[in-house]
């Protein structure tokens, strides 16, 4: 079994930053894609980033050249770098990563979700 352990949510003012992070723990044996996804009150769960095991990137139109996602593949840890926020950012931001465990069996995870609120 895979759990994904995000941290860094909060409360801020337009204008500021949060980083968050997202750690993967359990049986891994590799992890592909790990990504950003936010909900927002009464909308669907929308994508915000993705980066591959390489390094690949790839962004929501709304966020690019705010945000900036990372990972540390020794630590199987993403981590989501956000800059000059505005009040539409706010949202729970829930971690994703798929790969394949231990077992060889693919998986695909979801963070329990982290409150991010921009205050105008």
């Known amino acids: 079994q895979v759990q994904l352990v995000e941290s860094g949510g909060g409360l801020v003012q337009a204008g500021g930053s949060l980083r968050l992070a997202c750690a993967a723990s359990?049986?891994?044996?590799?992890?592909?894609?790990m990504g950003w996804f936010r909900q927002a009150p009464g909308n669907q769960r929308v994508l915000v980033a993705t980066i591959a095991v390489r390094g690949n990137t790839n962004y929501a139109d709304s966020v690019k050249g705010r945000f900036t996602i990372s990972r540390d593949n020794a630590k199987n840890t993403v981590y989501l770098q956000m800059n000059s926020l505005k009040p539409e950012d706010t949202a729970v931001y829930y971690c994703n990563a798929d790969g394949r465990t231990g077992w060889g069996i693919p998986f695909n995870a979801w963070g329990q979700g982290t409150q991010v609120t921009v205050s105008s």
């Open positions: 359990g049986s891994i044996f590799s992890i592909n894609a």
